[in-house]
């Protein structure tokens, strides 16, 4: 039970982090001040 | 339009600062404690399914509620939830979303100075050949003010208003500069420290055993954690205390997320990086938290000994005694790790917490950065001095109770209904979705919408009327008396029965018991202790105070046991709750200006 959880819980975290950092960044260009006047 | 032109230096930061905003001293304290004393290995059911129909569905919300916020140039939730809400009380429902950060932040500080201070005690390597007790003392020292440690007076104060400062000097350097760079600092040395206690865990065995102790094996320690008691899973209160866990874990309900949500651009993610915050939490919650205090406790104490005594106090009052026997060095590493541990998720916790005040300031009274953090610190200062004079009175636990528990379910209740009912699911769910780096389950819809709302609004009522010792059928049954633990319970206090006065010139006993009358550092102290083996402890400061009844004597409830002059506990609750309703009054004062501003500004 504690494994199983544990290595649940590891591969779910390194997924979605590894995740964030294979996704390139969006390239449209955007700012703050464009979020403004939106 | 707003002035603050704060941003996010990168996704990485953005991750880390949100995750080190869950991450806090609850993850390593309250997770093992709530684990054991709910079933077990069968508590991770309910708190697994908390997190998939609460927790997610409130981090999305809040991100999603945040993130539209920044786009109207609005960064804390009264404002945000004002432009969702339209009806002018969202505004000040919104204030719960600053209130509860700042009255949090006052206590919860004041323990992130514990952690701070005691790192430093362990690089002095203070606890070296003290007894189980007197370590247990030494913190009982510590936070009765009149005492010092280390013969600095007031020491508990100045560590107090120490970190307070270093809080309020890191929010004047701003999200990139400021918290981001706490966040990457922070959380991967974090990791590394419960890493390291962990595997100290794992390994420890039952190396640690004193002669005689056969239970005394952390691998024990591991097997109650994780052994699943299935039968309690049909007990409801298993199921709310994993609800009540993944609140405090996420820091959902309190608008910290609102905040930093509200500095992302409007097209990037937040499905994505939501999920990789929240998950990030659970690991350190699960992997790590769960691998620590209890483990250890168990190795050197024995099973008994945790089982009786788990709770929040062992972290300072036991873990620095049982470090010890780890040698010098190493002692004092795993004290400097333990305490630094304990120190970042406190600190990544509050900077969260100061972030709505910062940016409501910025946002409404164009209050420069550096300006707006330090009337953070000034505001929680005065909010948390009294948890610091008073801590031992009770007033820091009714700041617990009433901003870090009630608050919280009050305000995700608010924000559910607010986001899926007022503002409209397909409208939430169009933006949780805008710009998602990963797809969301369709299903996720009408959980946000039926399922949630429905949980938090069950959590509240049941939080609202909660039957004596949590025995709900012997209540519907016997007739229904309040638990002192219940919002209503509280506020009758029903846990105090006789001494109801604030001032009295005789003190009298709230339970039957045989009299045990001692001085105990020159204050006169009354144990009575119950047919059960619990006692129950009276202590004055007054010098005036003297027991009218003598040790071996029987006592019922109701009895007077002591003359003297007497500020009751009462007193102190009343002074908590009035300090937090005075707060509340000033925030929605602050929001009323803030509005007529903007209305003036239109005109």
Known sequence: MMLVTEILVTAVTVYFFVKVLRTPPKIEPDSFTENDSE | MSSNTQSWGSRVGLILAMAGNA?????FLRFPVQAVKNGGGAFLIPYLVSFLVLGIPLLWIEWASGRFGGTKGDHSAPFIMNSMGKRSYWKYLGVFGIFTNIAVA????????????????????????????????????YVDIGQSTTGLPYEA???????????????????????????KIGMP?????????????????????????????????FNFLWNPQFDSLSN???????????????????GTIHCYAAYVKSKDDIALNSMAAGWMNGFVEIVLGGSIVIPIAVGYLGLDWVKENAGFAMAF???????????????????????????FAGITSSLAMGSPWVAFMQDEFKFSLKTSAWTFGLVTLLAGLPTVFFYQQGVFDQYDYWAG????????????????????????????????????????????????????????????????????????????????SSIIGQIQNVDIAHNREAFADIFVAEVDGVADVQSVEGKTTIRLVQTTGEATTYQWDQEDAQPVVTTGQVVRAGDQIAAGSFVNP????????????????????????????RMQALN
């Open chain 2, 23 to 27: 991450v806090g001293l609850g993850n």
């Open chain 2, 106 to 141: 006052a206590y919860y500080t004041y323990i992130e100075s514990w952690t701070f201070s005691y790192v430093f005690h362990s690089i002095a390597q203070t606890f070296t050949g003290m007894s189980q007790t007197e370590v247990a003392q030494f913190f009982t020292s």
């Open chain 2, 157 to 183: 104060i100045w560590f107090y208003i120490l970190v307070l400062g270093l809080n309020t000097w890191i929010l004047s350097k701003g999200l990139e500069g400021g918290i981001e760079k706490v966040a």
């Open chain 2, 189 to 221: 040395l974090l990791i590394v420290f419960g890493a390291f206690l962990a595997v100290r865990a794992f390994m420890l065995g039952s190396s640690g055993a004193p002669a005689g102790c056969a239970e005394c094996d952390a691998m024990l320690g």
């Open chain 2, 236 to 254: 409801p209160n298993v199921w709310l205390a994993a609800a009540g866990q993944i609140f405090f874990t996420l820091s959902v309900g309190m």
């Open chain 2, 317 to 343: 009052q036991t873990m620095p005694f049982l470090f010890t026997k780890w040698g010098a060095v190493l002692g004092s590493v795993a004290g400097v790790m333990w305490f630094g541990l304990l120190f």
């Open chain 2, 405 to 484: 528990t009630v608050g919280l379910v009050f305000f995700a209740l608010v924000e559910a209904i607010l986001f899926a009912w007022i503002w409209g699911i397909d409208k939430g769910w169009e933006e949780i979705n805008r710009g998602a780096d990963i797809v969301l389950p369709k299903i996720y819809k009408p959980v946000l919408k039926y399922v949630t709302p429905l949980i938090l609004l069950v959590i509240f009522t049941m939080s609202l009327v909660t039957p004596k010792g949590n025995d709900w059928s012997a209540a519907v049954r016997d007739g229904w008396k309040f638990d002192a």
């Open chain 2, 570 to 597: 009462i007193f102190y609750r009343h002074l908590a709750r009035g300090m937090l309703i005075a707060l509340f009054a000033f925030i929605a004062g602050m929001v009323y200006v803030a509005y007529r501003r």
